[in-house]
């Protein structure tokens, strides 16, 4: 804003702001005829604006010290709420992803210049729900470890922080999680080929990943599993320990192992337990055209 003096050689200005607060100074006297005002985080509403002038020889006609002027000007400013008027949100890395990868959701909204971010998130086969409320950070960590396969949807919403609604714009996608299956696998006992009745066996397996291993034991009997076959999750070996009678000379055992990815599709996957219900009732995605 300018403000012009009329009848003195050398003007100084000063200028003045009414807000909710009261009235302050924003600019004392100087030979600077102009002031510039900064609105962002400021609240909606009526301004008003005092510019008092008077000439550098003067002590100023009117007021009292310190707050003398020879003459001012006053008008009203309004500030209306501002609003985002464009948002895209984006992933890193790109969809889709293994189970365990942090993810990083970021938000662009445009339009508006104090813009505030939500994001929200859809499970596979859950509910919606808030994941990180409104903030300046225009991004958000999403930790995938433990998650179930399948894909979600985010809503990331975008207001300004002076605007009353529940959102100005938003942006929504999709994104898959999946799991990645072993490659490779082998098995190896300790000590190594045959041992004498008693003895504690060590199987280790070793896949391209940490997996889930089975290890199955086959009696020479008929094939027939032994009671000590196990199956151990999270664990690169077990341990096997077979007493007892042997039958005449020695006995043959076969071992077979296997190995996969945590919660891969090839094998049984832990049912996925009922997501939370949303912390905000009834809620529903904008639509694409809000």
Request: overall charge positive.
């Amino acid at each position: 804003m300018s403000a012009v003096g009329a009848g003195c050689t050398r003007a100084l200005y000063e200028f003045w702001l009414h807000s909710a607060a009261g009235w302050s100074l924003v600019q004392p006297y100087s030979s600077t005829s102009t002031f510039t005002w900064t609105t962002a985080g400021l609240a909606p509403g009526t301004y008003r604006f005092s510019v008092w002038a008077r000439d550098a020889s003067s002590p100023g006609t009117n007021g009292a010290p310190p707050n003398t002027y020879d003459t001012f000007s006053a008008f009203d400013y309004v500030l209306a709420a501002g609003a985002c008027s464009g948002m895209t949100a984006t992933a890193a890395p790109p969809s889709p992803a293994s189970v365990g990868t942090q993810v990083t959701v970021s938000g662009n909204a445009s339009g508006c210049g104090n813009p505030r971010y939500g994001v929200y998130l859809l499970p596979p086969g859950g509910s919606w729900s808030l994941v990180r409320a409104y903030s300046s950070q225009a991004w958000f960590t999403w930790n995938t470890a433990g998650k179930p396969a399948g894909t979600y949807r985010f809503s990331v919403w975008a207001r300004d922080a002076s605007s009353p609604a529940a959102y100005d714009a938003f942006s929504t996608f999709n994104y898959a999680l999946a799991t990645t299956p072993c490659t490779g696998m082998s098995a190896t006992a300790s000590p190594p080929t045959s041992a004498t009745v008693g003895t504690t066996v060590t199987i280790t397996g070793a896949g391209d990943r940490l997996p889930e291993s089975a290890l199955r034991v086959l009696h020479p009997a008929a094939g027939r599993k032994l009671d000590a076959a196990a199956r151990v999750h999270g664990q690169r070996h077990a341990h096997l320990e077979h007493g007892g009678q042997a039958g005449p000379g020695h006995s043959a055992f076969r071992f077979g192992s296997a190995m996969r990815a945590a919660a891969a599709s090839t094998g049984q996957r832990p049912t996925p337990t009922t997501p939370s219900a949303p912390s905000i009732t009834h809620f529903t995605e904008p639509p694409l055209a809000p």
